[in-house]
T-cell receptor, first 115, second 109 residues
Framework: DSGVTQTPKHLITATGQRVTLRCSPR?????VYWYQQSLDQGLQFLIQ???????AKGNILERFSAQQFPDLHSELNLSSLELGDSALYFC??????????????FGEGSRLTVL | LAKTTQPISMDSYEGQEVNITCSHN???????ITWYQQFPSQGPRFIIQ???TKVTNEVASLFIPADRKSSTLSLPRVSLSDTAVYYC??????????FGSGTRLLVRP
């Protein structure tokens, strides 16, 4: 158990819909990262937050947005869903130092299926 | 931001030592090298991290030559349960931690 909690574990929805994925980081971790992994593909970095502030952005679509709340949990919002958005979405967290400490702790992921 | 290149796949047999090499030609001075393991439908799991020379823990060793333009993850005496995808990650801060395409390791009986 990594200590990172993601909900929901599975989600099935239709094209054009909007969903919200939630992530609770490990206790004490200030950084939250979101990754997308399509079937048999690598991990695509979406976005990172540090203590409530957006810190880095990857190839995140304009239809996607995220935020980190004062209690440090994060939400990833996916709107106008398309079939190609079907994927596993992972959240990871890491410690509070600015210097890279080496270890990301990943949740079990949220599997999104768009029909 | 350092880009990494790894072999797409590797095959091995139980009990053998497996070495997976990652190239990172434009690694920066402050970059660390980290390896992760991922099983299907699970989040990646940290294996080992290093900056230079050699690092060893209970599951793997990491060899980094002096120029740091590559690194080799060494898994001693692999078992079937080591079948997974292995990712090399290079970064200096907690910004934009980008994974490469990974190496799919298949361990055969």
């Amino acid at each position: 158990d990594s200590g990172v909690t993601q909900t929901p574990k599975h989600l099935i929805t239709a094209t054009g819909q909007r969903v919200t994925l939630r992530c609770s980081p490990r206790s004490g971790d200030l950084s939250v990262y979101w990754y997308q992994q399509s079937l048999d593909q690598g991990l695509q970095f979406l976005i990172q937050y540090y203590n409530g502030e957006e810190r880095a952005k990857g190839n995140i679509l304009e239809r996607f947005s995220a935020q980190q709340f004062p209690d440090l949990h994060s939400e990833l919002n996916l709107s106008s869903l398309e079939l190609g958005d079907s994927a596993l979405y992972f959240c990871a967290s890491s410690g509070g130092q600015a210097k890279f400490t080496g270890e990301l702790f990943f949740g079990e992921g949220s599997r999104l299926t768009v029909l | 931001l350092a880009k990494t290149t790894q072999p797409i796949s590797m095959d091995s047999y139980e009990g053998q030592e497996v070495n997976i090499t990652c190239s990172h030609n434009n690694i920066a001075t402050n970059d660390y090298i980290t390896w992760y393991q991922q099983f299907p439908s699970q989040g990646p799991r940290f294996i080992i991290q290093g900056y230079k020379t050699k690092v060893t823990n209970e599951v793997a060793s990491l060899f980094i030559p002096a120029d740091r333009k590559s690194s080799t993850l060494s898994l001693p005496r692999v078992s079937l349960s080591d079948t997974a995808v292995y990712y090399c990650l290079v970064g200096d801060t907690s910004y934009k931690l980008i994974f490469g395409s990974g190496t799919r390791l298949l361990v055969r009986p």
